[in-house]
């Protein structure tokens, strides 16, 4: 493997700026070349709704695309547009909604399969050059029940809070008395960022494919390349194109069936998970609401089989506005959060394992963020496994793979990273076993297990400033276990893992294997991941 880090023409100034910069999309940044912009009136419509396209366009025609991105993209609609017009923008849109009236309306055809569907739009841009924008939604499957059908759950969640179009997000944004702080509420009306509904194939993951030299400065290439291309920071961190795009087509090609929905469905319309014998859930997933944990606690339960290739199952969301809006307080919640000053502060929106929310991810999916966190890039385990160490190979999971103990599964498609997710253990007799401390279900069994770390710790005086991970999460972690946040705290917590799990729950059952990279293994052909995942999904839809 190389010890190069890749190369995007930056000099030293601007690959700091690509870091550590706040950049983010607003109306008006590409200046006289001309701008399009397009979001629709919600994430996912059934068969023959109305969805209404908002556009604001300082070109008055356009060329509007929509196609089914699955196995191939299939064009279901073509449309010149007229009269478009530059709407009126508020200053912090992404947090109360951009506000724009529709500008073109049109009807989800009936035979339209359940899917994502890209809009596109392009024009004629004054210096001659074409503008383009991209925008995605959702097309939900009809009610009744689907046998041998895959339901895949968008991470909607995460992608609303990770955008950072119009200047905020989860993570970074314009509000606070010196609009320097991240927004615990965040819209969905506005467009999604540059970079999360298309993508390059060349456009690097986050985990990095080299290998630094002892000495070599933290670099961060998936940020350079963003910086050097015009995406959004945040392309590979979440988003249809990074993440949920690899299943559904992997899944499509391979001759699965697959629906989508968005996260909202969850928390909004439970119901129809009962409708399938599998539902999976992939990529980069860390948002979820109580309701949404309900839905799937309630499926599992009456015999529903859960498959989830996910990393970061991390924070509690609240909906609100019908869904328009998200709120997570994250690092601030004990501090800002009103709900934490309630008698049943339960729903304050901190991570699931703070003792005033006390519902461990691993209560629902085997496993917990908290316990896992950073590989394979910046300076979390930047030389670690690529792949899952097995550690029972006998599991039916992999079946037909020939992995044995020792071995790794995905280190050829780099399927561990990135942010992976995990339980407190012991090993015995060679054997990880789940401690009772993390909140996992009896009975659960850890196929496999690698190492993460809740903290980049710098390997010289000279990356103490230019760490992007930092200790931010050790420190919070500490600060939720300890209830402090010194030295001591977080050295007991910074160690971290990821884990692939099964176990059973009333009459169901789940599958985890706890990466957001699972899906880029899945891209790159990686063939014993991809038997895996078929093990699962045969079993899983075959009722058993
Ligand atoms: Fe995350």
């Given amino acids: 493997?190389?010890?190069?880090?890749?190369?995007?023409?930056?000099?030293?100034?601007?690959?700091?700026?690509?870091?550590?910069?706040?950049?983010?999309?607003?109306?008006?940044?590409?200046?006289?070349?001309?701008?399009?912009?397009?979001?629709?009136?919600?994430?996912?419509?059934?068969?023959?709704?109305?969805?209404?396209?908002m556009i604001s366009s300082s070109v008055e025609r356009a060329e509007l695309e929509i196609a089914r991105d699955g196995a191939e993209l299939r064009v279901v609609l073509q449309q010149s547009l007229a009269g478009l017009r530059w709407q009126p923008t508020p200053e912090d849109c992404s947090?109360?909604?951009?506000?724009?009236?529709?500008?073109?309306?049109?009807?989800?055809?009936?035979?339209?399969?359940?899917?994502?569907?890209?809009?596109?739009?392009?024009?004629?841009?004054?210096?001659?050059?074409?503008?383009?924008?991209?925008?995605?939604?959702?097309?939900?499957?009809?009610?009744?029940?689907?046998?041998?059908?895959?339901?895949?759950?968008?991470?909607?969640?995460?992608w609303t809070a990770y955008n950072t179009w119009g200047g905020s997000n989860h993570y970074r944004g314009l509000t606070g008395p010196n609009r320097d702080q991240y927004s615990p509420t965040v819209s969905?009306?506005?467009?999604?960022?540059?970079?999360?509904?298309?993508?390059?194939?060349?456009?690097?993951?986050?985990?990095?494919?080299?290998?630094?030299?002892?000495?070599?400065?933290?670099?961060?290439?998936?940020?350079?390349?963003?910086?050097?291309?015009?995406?959004?920071?945040?392309?590979?961190?979440?988003?249809?194109?990074?993440?949920?795009?690899?299943?559904?087509?992997?899944?499509?090609?391979?001759?699965?069936?697959?629906?989508?929905?968005?996260?909202?469905?969850?928390?909004?319309?439970?119901?129809?998970?009962?409708?399938?014998?599998?539902?999976?859930?992939?990529?980069?997933?860390?948002?979820?609401?109580?309701e949404m944990r309900d839905a799937i606690d309630a499926y599992v339960d009456r015999g529903g089989h859960v498959a989830r290739f996910a990393g970061n199952f991390m924070w509690q969301t609240r909906l609100e506005e019908g869904g328009r809006r998200q709120v997570c307080y994250k690092y601030r919640a004990r501090a800002e959060d009103p709900v934490y000053r309630e008698r049943d502060n339960s729903r304050t929106t901190g991570s699931w394992e703070a003792p005033e929310t006390g519902r461990p991810g691993a209560a629902t999916f085997g496993l917990n963020a908290i316990d896992g966190l950073y590989a394979g890039w910046g300076g979390c385990a930047a030389r670690g496994v690529r792949g899952f160490p097995v550690y029972r190979p006998g599991h039916w999971a992999f079946r037909g793979t020939d992995l044995s103990y020792g071995d790794l599964l995905g280190a050829e498609g780099h399927a561990f990273g990135y942010e992976v997710d995990g339980l407190p253990y012991v090993i015995r007799d060679g054997l990880p076993e789940a401690l009772p401390t993390g909140g996992a279900p009896e009975g659960l069994s850890i196929l496999a297990l690698g190492m993460s770390s809740l903290i980049e710790e710098p390997r010289s005086q000279a990356d103490i400033d230019d760490?992007?991970?930092?200790?931010?999460?050790?420190?919070?972690?500490?600060?939720?276990?300890?209830?402090?946040?010194?030295?001591?705290?977080?050295?007991?917590?910074?160690?971290?893992?990821?884990?692939?799990?099964?176990?059973?729950?009333?009459?169901?059952?789940?599958?985890?294997?706890?990466?957001?990279?699972?899906?880029?293994?899945?891209?790159?052909?990686?063939?014993?991941?991809?038997?895996?995942?078929?093990?699962?999904?045969?079993?899983?839809?075959?009722?058993?």
């Fill in 188 to 290: 969905i009306e506005r467009p999604w960022c540059r970079g999360f509904v298309v993508l390059p194939a060349d456009a690097p993951r986050v985990p990095l494919e080299c290998s630094p030299p002892p000495g070599a400065p933290l670099r961060y290439p998936h940020m350079e390349w963003a910086y050097a291309t015009g995406h959004s920071t945040k392309y590979a961190s979440a988003g249809w194109a990074s993440y949920d795009s690899h299943f559904m087509r992997w899944a499509e090609r391979a001759g699965y069936a697959v629906d989508l929905v968005s996260q909202h469905e969850l928390h909004y319309e439970p119901g129809l998970l009962h409708d399938y014998d599998c539902v999976v859930m992939v990529g980069h997933d860390e948002y979820w609401s109580w």
């Fill in 467 to 544: 760490r992007f991970i930092g200790d931010e999460e050790a420190t919070y972690v500490a600060g939720l276990r300890f209830g402090d946040a010194s030295a001591a705290s977080v050295d007991r917590v910074k160690r971290g893992c990821g884990m692939i799990v099964h176990f059973t729950r009333g009459a169901g059952e789940v599958f985890h294997a706890g990466s957001c990279e699972w899906v880029a293994a899945l891209l790159r052909n990686d063939a014993m991941v991809a038997r895996v995942t078929s093990n699962v999904l045969d079993r899983y839809l075959a009722g058993s």
């Fill in 1 to 53: 493997m190389s010890t190069d880090y890749p190369d995007f023409g930056l000099d030293a100034a601007q690959r700091r700026d690509a870091v550590f910069t706040h950049r983010y999309e607003y109306p008006g940044m590409d200046g006289a070349r001309g701008e399009l912009w397009c979001y629709s009136d919600a994430l996912a419509y059934a068969p023959g709704s109305l969805v209404r396209l």
């Fill in 95 to 158: 947090v109360v909604g951009c506000g724009w009236e529709s500008a073109f309306e049109f009807r989800i055809g009936e035979d339209w399969p359940s899917g994502a569907y890209r809009v596109s739009l392009v024009a004629a841009g004054n210096d001659g050059a074409p503008i383009r924008s991209h925008h995605l939604f959702i097309v939900k499957p009809r009610p009744g029940p689907k046998p041998r059908r895959v339901l895949q759950v968008a991470a909607t969640g995460t």
